[in-house]
């Protein structure tokens, strides 16, 4: 499976700062929780690569 490779299962997506000064992304879905905690540093390098993809997507898509 790739990134390109459609699934269709449906998951709910959490992002918000923990008590412990990480950033987390939770992840549920089927059953399956995954907590992804990260430096807020991480966090940023993860959003601005989001950034990107979302304005690549847009070229692929317009």
Do not use: C, H, K, Y
């Not at 992002?15 to 089927?30: H, N, W």
């Not at 929780?33 to 690549?56: G, S, T, V, Y």
Request: charge should be negative; glycine fraction near 8%; hydrophobic fraction near 45%.
């Amino acid at each position: 499976m790739g990134i390109n490779s459609e699934r269709d299962i449906e998951a709910n997506m959490q992002i918000g700062p923990t008590d412990q000064g990480m950033v987390r992304l939770f992840i549920e879905a089927e059953g399956v929780e995954i907590p992804m905690d990260f430096e807020p540093e991480e966090a940023e390098e993860i959003a601005d690569e989001l950034r990107a993809a979302a304005q690549a997507a847009r070229l692929v898509a317009g």
